[in-house]
């Protein structure tokens, strides 16, 4: 028996009437993320392409959160694998939703300074071009977002309508008073479903509760081949360094190619272009072996700006290791730090307003020979002779992120600490 149906059965209303709830029961809003990324190698291209100024506008607020959010991520211990793009589209949506002190505070912390009337539309445009990023060079990069309503509790048409309108999202209706591990268990096979069964437990028990009334997900998935693949007879054990006393011995990949690359106080850059040469993997590679806390504290949108400005082609010896990694977050204390204390007036999404329980954000990542991020190579001289080829050995922990060079979007952000956890 299915406990979910289409929701267009759902009664909305624009009205302050009180919706149908159980006595006693204590409403709540959770908004679930997850991504999915497998990947091969690209190039940097140097064609800008140009966007509208208010999808301008969202790209500097989107990627002002990233970094925003990495410096509060980066204090965690491990790696770390996340979609700030997916967590803000998921809030976007929310954002719709948000009146008072709760939209003043989350417009603050994700930088938002377009209004309400031309903030979904600009998500709507951005998505619509990210989307595109898949359809060519066979790329693969689906975005699908839904709405789980509890039956009985009315939706605000407006909220409805901006969700369906500029998000594309599939409404559900559900009994989560009566049916909340059912609920919960179809939640997750939608995202299974979309994330190529990658992301198969998004919610784990007890996230969803007789006490649920609304979920939200969002769900990116992203699969992609390097434009230059890493041969795999050139893969061999090699020592990463996770600490500048301690190594372990794992299957490294070996590239000689043309990338581009800079240099900088704190380290390497490299830029590896996936096929089509519109989406990038940039690794930020510290010089010292235990130098990545230093690198990370300076991180921010400008910082990245003044890498890809001096990026240059250069001839590099790449090594990078094979890894695969899964996180799994829960926002809402993290968003709190940032500045979104008041969670509680959501009063332009249902009747009666409902507080926001949750954020739960899960990221998948694979990096091997055939698909993966890769870098471009820029070289910065500091006084001496280049030699022909760089080194660039990825041999201890460093910094990556998926970089659409188009809108200029930070569609993924990692850290490996540890290539064998």
Known sequence: MSYAGELSRLPQTRTRRQGKFMPGKRQRIIIGLCTILL?????????????????????????????DLYDQLRLTEGNLFFSPYSISSALAMTYAGARGN?????????????????????????????????????????????????????????????????????LFQVDFSNAAEACRTEINKWVAEHTEQKVTELLHKGDVTRDTSLVLTNAVYFKADWLTPFDEKDTTNGDFWIAPDTRISLPMMRLKSDFEYAEDAFGQIAVLPYVGEKL??????????????????????????????????????????????????????????????????????????????????????????????????????????????????????????????????????????????
Request: charged share 20%; aromatic share 10%; proline share 4%.
């Open 102 to 170: 709760t939209e003043k505070q989350i417009a603050e912390t994700l930088h938002f300074t377009l209004g309400q009337d031309a903030l979904h539309p600009a998500f709507y445009e951005l998505n619509r071009h990210i989307a595109t990023l898949g359809q060519d060079h066979a790329n693969i990069l689906q975005i699908a977002n839904s709405l789980w309503v509890e039956r009985g509790l009315q939706l605000l048409q407006a909220f409805a309508e901006t969700g369906q309108e500029y998000y594309n999202s599939n």
């Open 280 to 421: 990038y993997m940039i690794l930020a590679l510290p010089w010292a072996k235990d130098g990545l806390t230093a690198l990370e504290a300076g991180l921010d949108s400008k910082t990245i700006d003044r890498w890809i400005e001096k990026l240059m082609p250069r001839k590099l010896n790449l090594t990078l290791p094979q890894f695969t990694m899964r996180s799994r977050l829960s926002l809402i204390e993290i968003l709190r730090e940032m500045g979104v204390t008041d969670t509680s007036n959501f009063s332009g999404m249902t009747t009666p307003p409902l507080p926001l329980a949750d954020i739960v954000h899960e990221a998948f990542i694979d990096v091997n020979e055939h698909g993966t991020e890769a870098a471009a190579a820029t070289a910065v001289s500091l006084g001496r002779s280049l030699p022909r080829y760089v080194e660039f050995h990825a041999d201890h922990p460093f910094l990556y992120f998926i970089y659409d060079s188009t809108s200029k979007s930070i569609l993924f952000i990692g850290r490996v600490s540890d290539p064998s956890a």
């Open 39 to 67: 990947a091969g190698a690209g190039a940097f291209s140097a064609e800008r392409a140009a966007s509208s100024e208010t999808m301008y506008l969202l790209t500097q607020a989107n990627n002002a959160f990233a970094w």
